[in-house]
C-alpha cells in the first residue's frame, strides 16, 4: 500500500520555466508534509514544508500548494536552474517520528 | 551544525553472510533512523530508535536487526544477505519533525 504517490516520475523542463511536482496522500492524520531534495551520491536533504493548517508556503523559487479536501499537495519551482535537476521526494508524517516517503520525482532542468 | 557519518561508504558482500553498517550523529538528536532506498521505490524505513537502548520496528525490519549503542550510534545488521540484492542504506537523526540524512552506505551482495 503505497500511502504517498508522486507524480510524474521524470520530469522536464527549459530552464527558466516552472517544474510542478505532484504528491498525494492517504492518510488523513497526515498533518506535516516536508519536500526532500536528493543529489546523485548524497543523502535527501530538507528543502521546504508544510503544515496542514495551511494552504500555501513560500521559500525562494520554491512554493508548496496544499488542498487538504483532496489531499494533495504540489511543489513548484518558479525560474528552474540547472542546478535544480536532483530527485524530489514528498513526505508526509503526523508530527511523529515516522516520515512515510513517496517514490520520488527525478527534474531535469535543460539549460 | 552537525554532521551524520555512515561507514562504510561502500559494502560488498557474499550471500547468506551477516553485515552491519554503522552510522554516527553529532547533533545530540534523541531519535535516529534506518532507511532502505531502492530505485524507484523511494524510502522505506527499517528500523528507528526514540533514545538509546529503544528500538521500534518500521515497514521494513523483516531480515534485519538494529542497535542503539549509545544516542550519538546507530547501527543496522543485515542478518542474512540476499544475492543480487542492491540498495542504499540511509541514516537519518532528528530533533523535531526536521530529519536529517547521512550519505549513505551503498550495498551490493555478489
Known amino acids: 500500500q503505497q500511502q504517498v504517490r508522486q507524480s510524474p516520475q521524470s520530469l522536464t523542463v527549459w530552464e527558466g520555466e516552472t517544474a510542478i511536482l505532484n504528491c498525494s496522500y492517504e492518510?488523513?492524520?497526515?498533518?506535516?508534509f516536508p519536500w526532500y531534495q536528493q543529489f546523485p551520491g548524497e543523502g535527501p536533504a530538507l528543502l521546504i514544508s508544510i503544515l496542514s493548517v495551511s494552504d500555501k508556503k513560500e521559500d525562494g523559487r520554491f512554493t508548496i500548494f496544499f488542498n487538504k479536501r483532496e489531499k494533495k499537495l504540489s511543489l513548484h519551482i518558479a525560474d528552474s536552474q540547472p542546478g535544480d535537476s536532483a530527485t524530489y521526494f514528498c513526505a508526509a508524517s503526523n508530527m511523529g517520528y515516522k516520515l512515510t516517503f513517496g517514490t520520488g520525482t527525478s527534474l531535469l532542468v535543460d539549460p | 551544525g552537525g554532521i551524520i557519518t555512515q561507514t562504510p561508504k561502500f559494502l560488498i558482500g557474499q550471500e547468506g553472510q551477516k553485515l552491519t553498517l554503522k552510522c554516527q550523529q553529532n547533533f545530540n538528536h534523541d531519535t535516529m533512523y534506518w532507511y532502505r532506498q531502492d530505485s524507484g521505490k523511494g524510502l522505506r524505513l527499517i528500523y528507528y530508535s526514540i533514545t538509546e537502548n529503544d528500538l521500534q520496528k518500521g515497514d521494513l525490519s523483516e531480515g534485519y536487526d538494529a542497535s542503539r549503542e549509545k544516542k550519538s550510534s546507530f547501527s543496522l545488521t543485515v542478518t542474512s544477505a540476499q544475492k543480487n540484492e542492491m540498495a542504499v542504506f540511509l541514516c537519518?537523526?532528528?530533533?523535531?519533525?526536521?530529519?536529517?540524512f547521512g550519505k549513505g552506505t551503498r550495498l551490493t551482495v555478489v
Open positions: 492518510n488523513s492524520a497526515f498533518d506535516y
Open positions: 537519518a537523526s532528528s530533533l523535531t519533525a526536521e530529519v536529517f
